[in-house]
């Protein structure tokens, strides 16, 4: 198996900074400035030829996940597949869309007491 950089693919940011971007998100749950951070890193490959269908099911093969997406935007030349153990958006029939955090997060209080307390009930679940 080859590391990501050794099959070509190069991330937006260092190793260093993820690290330090990790840390400061970290820090911002433990402060109750945030219930919720998705850090992600974008990573890129220049590719002539790609079967995008059967990316998208090696990917359903090898990380099975109950929600997965392949969009399929062939006007715009433009392919998006994607598989996560969890829900984060959810898009129903009336156009009501609900966001659900993710394990590990919490919303905030509505008193700075409550925050403290919720704050504690994170650092210590």
Known sequence: MHSPSEAGF????????????????????????SYELCLTTQ???KIEQ?????LYL????????????WLNFSKEN?????S???RFLQLDGNGILEAKPIKGTIARGLTKEEDEHLKFQLQYR
């Open 10 to 33: 190069v991330a937006e940011k260092s190793r260093e900074q993820y690290m330090k971007d990790v840390e400061k998100c970290l820090k911002l749950i433990k402060d109750a400035e």
């Open 43 to 45: 990573m890129r490959k």
């Open 50 to 54: 790609i079967d995008y269908m059967g």
């Open 58 to 69: 090696k990917l359903r093969e090898k990380s099975p996940a109950p929600y997965a997406a």
């Open 78 to 82: 433009l392919c998006i597949c994607c």
């Open 84 to 86: 996560s153990p969890e």
